[in-house]
């Protein structure tokens, strides 16, 4: 077993494929213990997997309906357990979460650490079955309609599905192109044997990653896992590729019922997380992160050709997108502009405002990490599979330190590969 131990920083291995961190912070007054599950994102299981961290957050055999897990929870000064999915790159992430005050602030000396502990493992390892040893079908019913009704809302968010669109024909045939809840047919077409099937599969074959944060000892959580992890696991091979420009850019249009057209670019620098990471990062800022943003100042401001222009880097996937929201008579020279703007940081043509302010902007950004629990696990859960794991502040630091030669040279890392354009019918 593997330990690593700084101040409130504790770490160790508890098996194959399962890794403990806890950050003891008292300046909360409340703890976050969460069992994150990593797997490949795969089109097959992506729907089923999706499912099921809000199926087992709703019930478990000692509180078997949501209505009595309800009424324990709030028996425990209103604490919280809740599930949910997202993904890193091509790795889809599966969470259990409980959420509770600190110990110390229970009026009669009760240990809220570890009844959460109990009723997070109670859900993940105990869940109700029914006699044909599958997920009730009630709960299995309503996540299905609720996980639709999500992909529905983001069809519907024109700025998010015009993101989703230009994700998939920039990553396409990568698992990452997917959504975290997989496809609506395939969520459609699924059984609860599906989803029992895939209970069975993530506490086998997923990288887990326990967290445990806030005024939380890990000791009550640490000592629970290490009874009730099953053994003999055999964890997949969980990464995100990063691949090279393709060399010819592809091009999509459609055409929707909207006032606004939207245009994404997105571009492919080829470089896995690493010691480029930071320049990449200020990088974004200086181009369209920023009100002192290239793209702000001048696509936006002086020549007002998009309502909005904004650039954003994947770390995980090495890909910049800088999106939009343009006239359809301004598409053209607004694409032009935007990459004459990324060419004038190739050309070294950053001045000292422009990179100052990029650097205020993502260093504080990170300082601000810690002082949110959901945030500061975010961050060490992106952080699982690179070569150094960093805190908020090293890597702010990082940031600071970065010269506008290596931002320039970050630039010139980034290729054109894909364009999306959403255009409005009368277009």
Same mark, same amino acid.
């Not at 003891?24 to 007054?29: L, M, T, Y």
């Not at 850019?249 to 080829?270: A, N, P, Y």
């Not at 650097?359 to 961050?379: C, H, I, Q």
């Given at each position: 077993?593997?330990?690593n131990?700084t101040?409130?920083?504790?770490?160790?291995?508890?098996?194959?494929?399962?890794?403990?961190?806890?950050?003891?912070?008292?300046?909360?007054?409340?703890?976050?213990?969460?069992?994150?599950?990593?797997?490949?994102?795969d089109?097959?299981?992506?729907?089923?997997?999706?499912?099921?961290?809000?199926?087992?957050?709703?019930?478990?055999?000692?509180?078997?309906d949501?209505?009595?897990?309800?009424?324990?929870?709030?028996?425990?000064?209103?604490?919280?357990?809740t599930?949910?999915?997202?993904?890193?790159?091509?790795?889809?992430?599966?969470?259990?979460?409980?959420?509770?005050?600190?110990?110390?602030?229970?009026?009669?000396?009760?240990?809220?650490?570890?009844?959460?502990?109990?009723?997070?493992?109670?859900?993940?390892?105990e869940?109700?079955?029914?006699?044909n $040893?599958?997920l009730?079908e +009630?709960?299995? %019913?309503?996540?299905? @309609? /609720?996980? =639709?009704?999500?992909?529905?809302?983001? !069809?519907?968010d024109?700025?998010?599905y015009?993101?989703?669109?230009?994700?998939?024909?920039?990553?396409?045939g990568?698992?990452?192109?997917?959504?975290?809840?997989g496809?609506?047919?395939g969520?459609?077409?699924?059984?609860?044997?599906?989803?029992?099937?895939?209970?069975?599969e993530?506490?086998?074959?997923?990288?887990?990653?326990?967290?445990?944060? $806030?005024?939380?000892?890990? +000791?009550?959580? %640490?000592?629970?896992? @290490? /009874?009730? =992890?099953?053994?003999?696991?055999?964890? !997949?091979?969980?990464?995100s590729?990063?691949?090279?420009?393709?060399?010819?850019?592809?091009?999509?249009?459609?055409?929707?019922?909207?006032?606004?057209c939207?245009?994404i670019?997105g571009?492919?620098?080829?470089?896995?997380?690493?010691?480029?990471?930071?320049?990449?990062?200020?990088?974004?800022?200086?181009?369209?992160?920023?009100?002192?943003?290239?793209?702000?100042q001048?696509?936006?401001?002086? %020549?007002?050709?998009?309502?909005?222009?904004?650039?954003?880097?994947?770390?995980?996937?090495?890909?910049?997108?800088?999106?939009?929201?343009v006239?359809?008579?301004?598409?053209?020279?607004?694409?032009?502009?935007?990459?004459?703007?990324?060419?004038?940081i190739?050309?070294?043509?950053i001045?000292?405002e422009?990179?100052?302010?990029?650097?205020m902007?993502?260093?504080?950004?990170?300082?601000?990490?810690?002082d949110?629990?959901?945030?500061?696990?975010?961050?060490?859960?992106?952080?699982?599979?690179?070569?150094?794991?960093?805190?908020?502040?090293?890597?702010?630091?990082?940031?600071?330190?970065?010269?506008?030669?290596?931002?320039?040279?970050?630039?010139?890392?980034?290729?054109?590969?894909?364009?999306?354009?959403?255009?409005?019918?009368?277009?």
């Amino acid at each position: 077993m593997g330990t690593n131990t700084t101040g409130h920083f504790y770490e160790c291995t508890l098996g194959e494929g399962v890794h403990f961190r806890s950050i003891r912070d008292e300046r909360f007054k409340t703890q976050r213990i969460s069992v994150n599950m990593m797997v490949p994102l795969d089109r097959q299981t992506a729907a089923a997997n999706a499912l099921l961290p809000a199926m087992l957050a709703r019930a478990n055999r000692a509180y078997p309906d949501y209505t009595r897990l309800g009424q324990r929870l709030s028996e425990l000064y209103g604490a919280s357990l809740t599930g949910s999915v997202h993904k890193q790159g091509d790795i889809q992430v599966l969470s259990l979460t409980a959420v509770g005050i600190a110990d110390r602030y229970a009026l009669e000396g009760e240990k809220i650490s570890a009844e959460l502990t109990g009723l997070l493992c109670a859900s993940l390892f105990e869940p109700v079955l029914d006699e044909n $040893g599958l997920l009730p079908e +009630e709960d299995f %019913l309503q996540e299905q @309609r /609720q996980t =639709l009704e999500l992909l529905e809302s983001e !069809l519907n968010d024109k700025m998010q599905y015009a993101r989703r669109r230009a994700t998939e024909l920039l990553l396409e045939g990568e698992p990452a192109a997917l959504s975290r809840c997989g496809t609506m047919e395939g969520v459609q077409q699924l059984t609860r044997e599906d989803v029992t099937a895939a209970w069975q599969e993530v506490l086998k074959k997923a990288v887990i990653e326990i967290m445990v944060l $806030g005024d939380c000892s890990p +000791e009550p959580v %640490l000592e629970t896992a @290490r /009874q009730r =992890l099953p053994q003999n696991r055999q964890p !997949l091979s969980c990464r995100s590729e990063v691949y090279p420009a393709s060399g010819t850019v592809r091009e999509k249009t459609e055409s929707m019922d909207v006032q606004q057209c939207k245009m994404i670019l997105g571009f492919r620098s080829g470089l896995p997380a690493g010691e480029k990471t930071p320049a990449l990062k200020l990088m974004s800022a200086v181009l369209g992160g920023t009100p002192h943003s290239k793209l702000f100042q001048n696509v936006r401001e002086k %020549l007002s050709l998009c309502y909005y222009c904004s650039a954003q880097y994947n770390i995980g996937k090495g890909i910049l997108l800088i999106e939009s929201g343009v006239e359809g008579k301004n598409l053209e020279k607004a694409r032009e502009e935007i990459l004459r703007q990324l060419e004038e940081i190739r050309q070294g043509h950053i001045t000292q405002e422009e990179l100052d302010s990029a650097k205020m902007s993502v260093a504080n950004g990170m300082r601000t990490v810690e002082d949110y629990l959901g945030s500061t696990e975010n961050w060490y859960l992106t952080q699982t599979f690179r070569p150094q794991i960093l805190t908020p502040e090293e890597f702010a630091r990082q940031i600071e330190g970065v010269t506008a030669e290596e931002v320039q040279e970050a630039a010139k890392a980034c290729v054109l590969d894909a364009v999306y354009v959403m255009k409005g019918l009368e277009e």
